[in-house]
């Protein structure tokens, strides 16, 4: 089975347009005069390590990346889309059925132990597939996909955001890792090739590059018990919201911003007319930050999707292995409940049997299942947010994320009721459902939920 990571597409002009920009802003001349000067290779070469060492890395944003990723485990997806400044496009483990996709095996020290491995990942692929055959959803029987399992997904980015990830695969976090160290290794090979200049003493420049600390603490693992903790938030940010608007269209003082929303009413007026515009950037001056407790790994990905927040996700290593969610759809069915619980008593003692045997944590990242959890951190400005509740508190998101929308949108409520009255799914702060033939058709229903909220 082939896998690996590949290099599918490169900006035409390569690194030529990175070339022509580091000559833009110091050479006379159009922007088509200087890129029909830019086709010297080695020229660009030098030209592009010369403004690069100097701290000018935005040159190299100009050149775009399009990467496939064949039969890599979900791991490395994981990994992946944490890289903010990248798009990503995943096959649905909601919709395609997985029963078949093969999985990652490490390079253990022996065959006893890679046959330990196989037999017991195999068991939970059976499982997957009891579930499935037995009326289980899939996105439901996802839960107890070994976290080694095959994922395949592209990858586009440009490349100053390429060269970061390239480093926390070569010298990072997922250095650790030997899959995602060899994707790295591949993926550099085929880079320097195409771009030589962006890669110029890559690996010397790597030595310093650090992604994980050690503060040298140690707490007891627990959190609040609710889905979600906030943590922080911009105070008085209705008004702060209300007042950037104001500023932006009728660069008005401070002073009298303040004033006019003084009246109630037409501070409701502003923040309403925000959420309905096209470009509601004001929203960007409102922040919050959330933990969110005991996320599955699966639903985790639903989280990551989002690129405009600033979401800080512990190693999947210490991903817990005694908790773990239950899908209604299993928790209906005494056999599917006792089949769906056996996985995870297997997978912890099957953890705890590859620590006791020496394993690595690079081996011991896949020994989890997809229904695990983890707790999490994210800071999202007002206009993410704004996506995030159109998306996921509607009827078609996923479950379990749903059910993370309607624990915090309430609080949020109660911080800046004028402001986040406005928000829910995309029904109910529209008017009207995006989603088509998949429509829920509780337009009505959702109208007033979210009304009463």
């Not at 030529?16 to 660009?44: P, Y």
Request: aromatic share 12%; hydrophobic share 35%.
């Amino acid at each position: 089975m082939k896998s690996g990571a590949f290099v599918i597409g490169v900006s035409d002009c390569k690194q030529e347009v990175c070339a022509a920009s580091g000559r833009i802003s110091t050479q006379n001349g159009t922007a088509l005069e200087i890129f029909e000067k830019s086709h010297d290779e080695e020229k660009n070469t030098k030209l592009i390590d010369k403004v690069t060492s100097s701290g000018h890395s935005s040159t190299v944003e100009h050149v775009f990346f399009n990467l496939a990723f064949e039969n890599v485990s979900v791991v490395v997806e994981q990994f992946m889309i944490e890289f903010r400044l990248a798009s990503f496009t995943v096959k649905s483990r909601r919709y395609v059925d997985f029963s078949d996709c093969g999985y990652f095996v490490p390079t253990f020290a022996d065959s006893e132990t890679e046959k330990l491995y196989k037999d017991n990942m195999d068991k939970f692929f059976d499982a997957y597939t009891f579930l499935t055959e037995n009326g289980v959803p899939k996105e439901d029987a996802r839960f107890v996909l070994p976290y080694c399992f095959y994922s395949n997904f592209y990858c586009s980015l440009n490349g100053r955001e390429l060269l970061n990830v390239l480093k926390a695969m070569l010298f990072g976090r997922g250095s650790k890792i030997a899959e995602i160290r060899r994707l790295g290794e591949s993926l550099l090979t085929q880079c320097k090739e195409l771009t030589p200049g962006l890669f110029i003493d890559f690996e010397e420049k790597g030595k310093s590059y650090t992604d994980e600390i050690d503060f040298g603490l140690s707490f007891e693992k627990k959190n609040s018990g609710k889905l979600c903790d906030i943590l922080s938030y911009t105070c008085d940010g209705e008004k702060n919201v209300a007042v950037t608007a104001l500023i932006e269209n009728y660069n008005c003082s401070v002073e009298d911003a303040e004033k006019a929303l003084e009246d109630k009413d037409v501070l409701a007026h502003v923040l309403s007319a925000i959420c309905k515009s096209s470009r509601p950037r004001a929203l960007e001056a409102f922040n919050c930050t959330v933990r969110f407790n005991g996320v599955s790994l699966a639903c985790l990905t639903h989280f990551a999707r989002h690129r405009m927040q600033s979401i800080c996700i512990p190693n999947l290593i210490r991903a817990s292995r005694e908790n773990y969610i239950i899908p209604d759809t299993v928790k209906a069915d005494e056999t599917l409940l006792d089949v769906y619980v056996s996985c995870f008593d297997r997978m912890r003692d099957f953890y705890k049997t590859m620590k006791d045997k020496g394993a690595t944590d690079s081996e011991l990242i896949y020994c989890v299942l997809s229904g695990n959890t983890l707790d999490f951190v994210s800071t999202l400005n007002a206009r993410e947010l704004q996506l995030f509740f159109r998306l996921r508190s509607c009827t078609r998101a996923q479950w379990e994320i749903q059910a993370y929308c309607n624990e915090l949108l309430p609080e949020l409520r109660k911080i800046a009721p004028l402001l986040f009255i406005n928000y829910g799914p995309s029904c109910y702060v529209n008017g009207k459902c995006p989603e088509g033939k998949f429509c829920c058709g509780r337009q009505a229903e959702m109208k007033e939920k979210f009304s009463r909220i």
